[in-house]
C-alpha cells in the first residue's frame, strides 16, 4: 500500500496529472465540479488511468471535502508508484 499527497482543481479547462510539486504533492486538474463527490470521482477515475491501476484501488484516506488530500493505493509499493508518476 502507498499513501499519495494531491492537490486537486475543481472546474479546469481540461483534466490533466501535473507533475509532482517540490513538497511532493501530486497536481491534478479536472473539469468536473466540486459538488456532490464529482471532482472527487473524477480524480480518482483519471489517477486510475494514469497509474494503470483498477479504479477500485485507489481510496480517499483523509481531504474528503478539501483540495487537499491524501490517496491510499493498494497493491503497490512506494518505488513502484513513484516510477509510474
Known amino acids: 500500500m502507498a499513501l499519495l499527497n494531491?492537490?486537486?482543481?475543481?472546474?479546469?479547462s481540461r483534466s490533466e496529472v501535473g507533475g509532482l510539486s517540490e513538497d511532493g504533492v501530486l497536481r491534478v486538474r479536472v473539469t468536473s465540479p466540486p459538488s456532490?463527490?464529482?471532482?472527487?470521482?473524477?480524480m480518482l477515475k483519471l489517477l486510475a488511468k494514469h497509474l494503470g491501476v483498477a479504479r477500485g484501488v485507489l481510496t480517499i484516506v483523509r481531504g474528503e471535502?478539501?483540495?487537499?488530500?491524501?490517496?491510499?493505493?493498494?497493491?503497490?509499493?512506494?518505488?513502484e508508484l513513484k516510477q509510474r508518476l
Do not use: Y
Open 6 to 12: 494531491v492537490r486537486v482543481q475543481p472546474r479546469a
Open 36 to 42: 456532490d463527490g464529482e471532482a472527487n470521482d473524477a
Open 65 to 79: 471535502s478539501s483540495r487537499n488530500k491524501v490517496i491510499e493505493v493498494a497493491g503497490l509499493t512506494d518505488a
